[in-house]
């Protein structure tokens, strides 16, 4: 095990905690339960509903990621690629315990 990366299994699980936490104090009001006293009322809690709605599904995509490494690791394929299968560079994974694509695999699959 490289140094750089001296626990992912405790990075994931924390990072997993801060994710289920945030979730958990963002509950999304379903559409049409509030009144508002003006239409800027409205508008900008339509806005902030939007917002939250994006930052959820960012969260439960980022969920994923980390529960996909923790499989990972359970498999023994934790800090390979899994698009080309070569190490993923410690620093990355480092910075970022869920990743999934090494940094050329991320790189193009943006484009
Ligand atoms: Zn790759």
Known sequence: MDP???????ALLAERE???????????????QMTYGSQA??????????????????NRQH???????LARLDDGTY???TACHQPIAP????????AALCIDCQRSSRR
């Open 91 to 98: 620093g990355r994974l480092e910075a970022l315990p869920w």
């Open 18 to 32: 801060r994710v289920l936490t945030e979730l958990a104090e963002n509950p999304v009001e379903s559409p049409g």
């Open 41 to 58: 009322a409205a508008a900008t809690h339509v806005f902030e509903q939007q917002r939250d709605l994006a930052l959820r599904d960012h």
């Open 4 to 10: 750089a990366v001296a626990d992912p299994r405790a």
């Open 63 to 69: 969920l994923s990621a980390i529960d996909a490494a």
């Open 79 to 81: 800090g390979r690629c």
